[in-house]
């Protein structure tokens, strides 16, 4: 490793720590959220993942059942219409990263 290597290195490395501190220190989009909220958000990622149209519509009953019968609040229902919505139109990619960041965000750090 040659001297002008070095501060390059360092530079990556600082770069490198300073993003992952952003990224653990980002705000949550998503509150709290319950159990059945959080199932059928996992449910939304893996049928995002496969692109599994007809596995859309028995999420779709499951969310429109849980906002009925009060298991799901309004907010966590309008969060899982919005990414179920999403992959309807074909925006997979970007439903399974909403449906990952519901789940992520469920995550509490010491």
């Known amino acids: 490793m040659s001297v002008q290597d070095h ?13 992952a501190i952003i990224l653990l220190m980002r705000p949550a989009k998503y509150g709290e959220v ?14 995002c993942n496969r692109q ?20 799901l609040s309004t907010q966590e229902a309008q969060w899982l219409t919005e990414i179920l919505q999403l992959a309807q139109q074909g925006g997979w990619a970007k439903a399974r990263s909403k449906a990952r960041r519901l789940m992520e965000d469920q995550v509490r750090y010491p």
Not at 36 to 47: D, F, H, K, N
């Open 7 to 19: 501060p390059k290195k360092t530079v990556l490395a600082v770069a490198a720590c300073t993003l």
């Open 52 to 71: 599994d149209t007809p596995r859309l519509e028995s999420i779709e009953k499951c969310i429109k059942s849980g906002a009925g019968n009060s298991d």
């Open 34 to 47: 319950n159990e059945l909220t959080y199932e059928i958000g996992s449910a939304l990622y893996s049928a």
